[in-house]
């Protein structure tokens, strides 16, 4: 199993940027396809973006243009560069590994907060 960690959140006015990081341990990362979910108050969790083990990316239609998730293989490091925040991604944000399309482990997540 793949042990995660995030880091990166922080509280950020509207418009601003921020990089999440997942560093990830155990296991072998670069077989994974990775994930960011989210949770926001009172909310599902929902899924945010992936990647897959070869590379390729999706996002959600709510943050397409503006998250783009990325991993260095050689760090074991999932990164999620959020541009042009907005008040409604305010959120946990967790980082998860995949095994044949299920979650196999989730990180603790880290809170970002996006005021008006």
């Known amino acids: 199993q793949v042990h995660l960690v995030e880091s990166g959140g922080g509280l950020v006015q509207a418009g601003g940027s921020l990089r999440l990081s997942c560093a990830a341990s155990?296991?072998?990362?670069?077989?994974?396809?990775m994930r960011w979910y989210r949770q926001a108050p009172g909310k599902e969790r929902e899924l945010v973006a992936g990647?897959?083990?070869?590379?390729?990316?999706y996002y959600a239609g709510s943050v397409k243009g503006r998250f783009t998730i990325s991993r260095n293989k050689a760090k074991n490091t999932l990164l999620l560069q959020m541009n042009s925040l907005k008040p409604e991604d305010t959120a946990i944000y967790y980082c998860?590994?995949?095994?044949?399309?299920?979650?196999?482990?989730w990180g603790r997540g880290t809170q970002v907060t996006v005021s008006s």
């Open positions: 998860a590994a995949m095994r044949d399309g299920d979650v196999d482990s």
């Open positions: 155990g296991s072998i990362f670069s077989m994974n396809a």
């Open positions: 990647i897959s083990s070869l590379g390729n990316t």
